[in-house]
């Protein structure tokens, strides 16, 4: 089908768990029972958790590695990788498919169970370059696996931070506490501006699980190793930080001091 509906004021009748590993919270008998028969009421999201809220509980999607969403109709066939199927009493659903099983969805009374230690959003007016600063400031962890900590700043993956930290010519194995008020205001400025230009081109499909994104062909460094900075010309390196890959320009973003890591 062509278009895409929407699933506020849509009514829960059936639930279908093919992944039982899915259902983060509660079991899975008692996510069955609850959720039927609740209507969402509302969409959002905080961080990397896509929250849906229902008639007495609110439901937690997050995607990880290769989650997805749908909204179509009841007659369509299931997919090989469909996890949890909310069947609607319009006679359409929502999938949660998961080529790789990491996702988790919650159905919980209180929000704040799962996203109470969410630092702030990145958007989030009342966060500023100071306010940033003194988040990174008591910090001996490396800059680039403390951007990936949502509880230091929530909705900031892999793509994003090398992409943010290139913008800010930061090298991403600088120490957090050694980065100034005036870096971490141009750090924040980067990290909007990669996060919005990620939004308006739909993210990036990187691989096979992906699908509808062309952020991937706008990479500044994010798995370019070997080919030429969009800025100097110099070949970007890859590095492992954190058990993360790491891309980033030896020149835009030289290395000043790097002690170890605490």
Not at 76 to 102: A, E, M, W, Y
Not at 156 to 162: A, R, T, V
Not at 163 to 182: C, D, F, G, K
Request: charged share 25%.
């Amino acid at each position: 089908m062509n278009e895409r509906p929407g699933v506020v004021g849509r009514t829960i009748t059936t639930v279908e768990v093919f992944w039982q590993k899915s259902v983060a919270e509660p079991s899975v008998d008692e996510f069955k029972k609850r959720i039927k028969e609740q209507t969402i009421r509302t969409v959002s999201r905080r961080g990397k958790f896509i929250l849906l809220g229902l008639d007495s509980d609110s439901l937690l999607i997050h995607l990880r590695m290769s989650g997805d969403l749908r909204v179509e109709y009841m007659d369509s066939p299931i997919q090989t990788h469909d996890r949890i199927l909310l069947n609607f009493i319009d006679g359409t659903r929502l999938v949660f498919n998961d080529t790789r099983k990491f996702g988790r969805v919650w159905l919980v009374k209180d929000m704040n169970s799962v996203l109470g230690d969410l630092g702030p959003e990145p958007f989030n007016e009342l966060l500023n370059g100071n306010g940033l600063y003194q988040r990174l400031h008591f910090s001996s962890r490396k800059i680039k696996t403390l951007l990936l900590d949502q509880t230091v700043i929530a909705g900031i993956g892999n793509i994003y931070s090398d992409e943010a930290l290139h913008r800010a010519r930061i090298h991403p194995e600088t120490v957090a506490n050694q980065i100034s008020v005036e870096q971490a205001e141009v750090l924040l400025v980067a990290i909007r501006e990669t996060l919005a230009e990620g939004i308006r081109r739909n993210g990036a499909s990187i691989d096979w699980v992906y699908r509808g994104g062309e952020f991937q062909n706008h990479f500044r460094v994010y798995q370019r190793t070997g080919e030429p900075c969009p800025v100097c010309g110099t070949k970007i390196e890859r590095k492992l930080i954190g058990q993360r890959s790491s891309h980033f320009c030896p020149v835009c973003q030289p290395l000043r001091s790097c002690p170890d890591e605490q």
